[in-house]
């Protein structure tokens, strides 16, 4: 299969990074949380040669954010109205800070769910899921907050691993091998 034609004529995709938060048990696309570990994605993508841009600067804030569910054409549609570039992927992000209470801890398993959406076709390109790699242990009781701070202080080793895993399946995507 050929390779598939890349915006503005460049070897690497160009992508819009947006944040789905439907399951209850997931971090929310509005948390700062969140909002770290999507900065520092788009900046690891972009410093890795991505273009890489957050929902809300790709489509200059034109679309209601506020809503749940939201289904892969709604995130096709609004990556597809991106004025600042023509978009190839969208990276559809779920945050897990997954927890174990025990009696003189709380044990927080941070975990990092993907998909890669063709923009052009419509499709579902790949997948991935990200867990750190060890348990972080924060106070006895941590509430959600307490809980969503550790995550946050994990997000940049967090996000290089995101970004390691996006890298290949891009570069797929890229090759055609999609």
Known sequence: MAAP?????????????????????????F??????????????????????????AASLGNFDQDHLRRADLDLIAIARSATRATI?????????????????????????KGRLLDVKRGRQVGSFEIRDRGARNAPANCPRECILEAVGRR??????????ALSIKL????AGDD
């Open 5 to 29: 034609a890349r915006a503005q004529g460049t070897e690497k995709a160009s992508i819009i990074v947006v944040g789905e938060d439907a399951d209850d048990d997931s971090v929310s696309r």
């Open 31 to 56: 948390s700062s949380t969140f909002q770290r570990v999507e900065d520092s994605l788009i900046r690891e993508l972009n410093a890795a040669g991505f273009s890489a841009l957050d929902e809300t």
């Open 88 to 112: 190839d992927v969208a990276v559809v992000l779920t945050i897990f800070a997954d927890v174990e209470e025990l009696r003189y801890t709380t044990r927080i398993l941070p975990r990092v």
């Open 155 to 164: 997000s940049n080793i967090l996000v290089k691993e995101v970004k390691d």
């Open 171 to 174: 570069a797929d995507f890229v």
